[in-house]
């Protein structure tokens, strides 16, 4: 029973196109979060959801636009990629509140 | 602007040994701090998460304390093993953000 999950796992692309990675969660948290972590493996926050609705966006460039059509999922779409956005991104979920914070496997995306 | 630091960035150690891992923060508003584990090409695995009103948190062979005043927060690890080796990351929430501030962690190798 994976609690956190995306897809794809890898996903290897070419400049300029546009591509989604998916995330879902199975624990019934009501925030989930979009992280990066760059090739010197720091994790830094792109986005945060609370009940569908977009609370942080950490000055991202407006190629990359975060989806929630429901509370377990937030979608992550990613337009006219540039050779910078290869990293791993990860999906995580928690409880609104100061509770744990829960992540999944993450998506490596390299862009050629 | 909260920021993490963790020292030192690599560890390396004979397996039996008892270790300390080191995180600061610069700003002492925080509701909690996480401990994570990251194997490589792996996603990031919660070991402990310490409330600002806590002082420390245990779970088997792993203490994590908390000096909210001072910015500080240790981790300890008891009688080592080598499948211990992994990335250690330490993130702090900051008190009215819905997010994580990361550290870059301590790639920690327990030598056999």
């Known amino acids: 029973d994976t609690a956190v999950s995306q897809t794809p796992k890898y996903l290897v692309t070419q400049m300029g196109n546009d591509k989604s990675i998916k995330c879902e969660q199975n624990?019934?948290?009501?925030?989930m979060y979009w992280y990066k972590q760059d090739s010197k493996k720091f994790l830094k926050i792109m986005f945060s959801?609370?009940?569908?609705?977009?609370?942080i966006n950490e000055t991202v460039p407006n190629r990359f636009s975060p989806k929630s059509p429901d509370k377990a999922h937030l979608n992550l779409h990613i337009n006219s990629l540039e050779l910078g956005d290869s990293a791993v991104y990860f999906c995580?979920?928690?409880?609104?509140?100061?509770?744990?914070?829960?992540f999944g496997p993450g998506t490596r995306l390299t862009v050629l | 602007k909260q920021e993490v630091t963790q020292i030192p960035a690599a560890l390396s150690v004979p397996e039996g040994e008892n270790l300390v891992l080191n995180c600061s923060f610069t700003?002492?508003?925080?509701?909690?701090l996480q401990w994570f584990r990251q194997d490589p090409g792996k996603g990031l695995t919660s070991l402990l998460l310490?409330?600002?009103?806590?002082r420390e948190q245990t779970s088997g062979r792993l203490n994590a304390s908390l000096d909210k005043s001072s910015g500080r927060s240790t981790l300890y690890i008891a009688a080592s093993q080598p499948g211990d080796s992994a990335t250690y990351l330490c993130?702090?929430?900051?008190?009215?953000?819905?997010?994580?501030?990361f550290g870059q962690g301590t790639r920690l190798t327990i030598n056999p």
């Open positions: 995580a979920s928690s409880q609104a509140g100061a509770n744990e914070q829960f």
């Open positions: 624990l019934g948290h009501d925030t």
């Open positions: 959801y609370n009940n569908k609705e977009l609370i």
């Open positions: 700003d002492s508003a925080i509701y909690n």
């Open positions: 310490i409330q600002s009103s806590q």
């Open positions: 993130a702090v929430r900051p008190k009215g953000a819905q997010k994580l501030v």
